[in-house]
């Protein structure tokens, strides 16, 4: 049962109501509870459908099926962009960010009519893109290049959302700031705000970059201003698109690192160095937009070898910190809690009948070997030229975006649902199976669109048969076999994005009720959750043999692909 815990609420703020969780530990502020579940509520809305509009995207690009006439094509392709990279991510980590800061600090939330009002212009920009998309004069796709021209509305859409959003993440600093003040925690804050940290400088720099670029391209759309450069428009707008998917990456590490804590009792290795791999994405994973701009000629070789190469780099190796740190924190957790034989019954013994720490164990792999290594295939300059605008480049952001964020913020939901709305999982078997499902689709997904990818399929035309075009062109058959397996595999990622939904949607409305006396959670947590996931520290240096075997393995995929595609780029250079 819950208590509310009026004595511990500063002075200074008398109407600031806390409860104590019993299952997690956790204090939760009644504000910041309120404002966690809203956002998390519409995130799960727009990726209904958006997750709609991928499956119509899917079939359509299925030479078998071609589901949708070219311009509803677009216009589904445009709508899918907009509401599961922008709405469904952002709304989700919005409401990270207040359970990092708030919750997992144990403080109020700062300036909640703020974030009310964050919330308010997020959804009001939601659906004006959505309205602006589904009229039909907004087809522009995700990335809206000039001299294609959406609607006033649409661009304005895209302001207003980011506005809020900006709130939003002012709002968690001054969350921060509060916690502080009011000492609600000591020493350092924990690793998993110090990622949502991370995700807030990173989102300031995204959204400043979109409101750079959006608005004169709204006085445009409005006939004030004459011209948009396309090379600049490219160049800045990436600033935006791209780094919009590292607050993401920031966001699904530090929960990989909640559930980690809270589930198993996971600690981090060391906190000093994933510290500092969340700080490499501040220095450096932004400038990975590059590689969207490497066949444009405006762009010098030197600018492009220095962001392809040194910087990227760098970027790669917090990702690779990060790699190492979480699957070797949650061994150590394991051979702590009794799981000592052999290389692998830590990871045998796993609660892999926990959706949430299924989806965060399937995230991590998933993101790294499907979504990392092929990152840096694309971003390495002389490899680019194979796939780039081939539909292996939306390979590769399925390998991230959906296989590593979506399924991550699916095993986080699987936490705060209960812990927030104070409902047990409904359906608890749907759930256990709903991260396989899923996560075997998206990888289908990623792993198919590349291979098409790699045999030449372009990345924005609805008919891969060409039949329209006055000068044919003859794809290998395989690349059919691969656009029907892509078809498949989004029927089956859409099937465990229902049972996802529906276990949510179940779950808040009708889901057992926790604050009753003997109420008990079928997914239990970690007897020391709240000291774990809250507090500063490291795990006790041990040796870890499976995550060294894992590490090994994922480093000799790694090398193998890199140098295939070598391989593949030798070939080009018979014809030259």
Known sequence: ?????????????????????????LR???????????????????????????LLIALTRWPAVQLLPADWFYLVLTGHGANVLLFWIIFFEIAVLYFA??????????????????????????LMANYAVLRGDSTVMFTSYPPLMASQWFYLSLIIF??????????????????????????????????????????????ASGAIILIPTWLWSLGLISNIDTLVYKVVWWGMGHSSQQINVSAHVSIWYAIGAMVVGARPLSEKVSRMAFFMYILFLQLASAH???????????????????MMYLAVMGSMIHGLTVPGA??????????????????????????AFAGMFLSLVMFGFIGGISGVVLGTEQLNVLMHNTIYVPGHFHGTVV?????????????????????????????????????????????????????????????????????????????????????????????????????????????????????????????????????YGSEVTMKLPGTVILVGIFFACFVLYYFVNWKYLSELWLFR
Not at 8 to 24: G, I, K, N
Not at 101 to 126: C, D, E, N, Q, T
Not at 294 to 299: D, I, N, R, V
Not at 480 to 489: A, R, V
């Open 162 to 207: 980011a506005v809020g959003a900006l709130i939003g993440v002012f709002v968690f600093f001054g969350t921060l700031v509060v916690a502080k003040n009011e000492k609600t925690y000591n020493g350092s804050v924990p690793l998993v705000t110090f990622g949502a940290i991370t995700a807030a400088i990173i989102a300031v720099f995204t959204l």
């Open 28 to 54: 939760i502020e009644s504000s910041a509870e309120k404002l966690i579940k809203v956002n998390a509520v519409a995130a799960v809305l727009f990726l209904a459908l958006g997750g709609l509009f991928g």
């Open 330 to 355: 949650i061994e150590a957790a394991q051979r702590r809690n009794g799981y000592t034989r052999g290389a692998f019954e830590w990871l045998a013994k796993a609660p892999w009948g926990n959706p």
């Open 403 to 535: 296989a590593g964020t979506t399924l991550a913020f699916m095993a986080g939901t699987y936490l705060l649902v209960p812990l927030l709305f104070q409902r047990d999982i409904l359906w608890p078997g749907l759930a256990r199976w709903q991260p396989y499902v899923f996560g075997l689709g998206a990888a289908g997904i990623s792993l198919f669109m590349m291979g098409a990818g790699t045999l030449g399929v372009p990345r924005r035309q609805w008919d891969i048969s060409l039949a329209d075009a006055i000068l044919r062109f003859e794809f290998p058959s395989a690349a059919y076999l691969m656009m029907g397996l892509n078809g498949i595999s989004a029927i089956l990622a859409a099937t465990g994005g229902v049972m996802f939904i529906v276990v949510v949607v179940g779950t808040i409305l009708w889901g057992p009720r926790l604050d009753r006396a003997g109420a008990k959670l079928t997914f239990p947590l970690h007897d020391k959750a709240r000291e774990t996931v809250s507090t």
């Open 1 to 25: 049962m819950t208590t509310i815990d009026h004595g511990a609420v500063p002075a200074a703020h008398p109407r600031a109501e806390y409860r104590t969780c019993r299952f997690s530990g």
């Open 292 to 310: 969207h701009i490497l066949a444009e000629p405006g762009m010098s070789s030197s600018w492009k070898i220095v962001n392809t190469s040194y």
């Open 101 to 126: 800061s708030a919750v997992i600090l144990g403080a109020r939330l700062a300036a909640p009519k703020w974030a009310w009002a964050s919330f308010i212009l997020m959804v009001v920009g939601a």
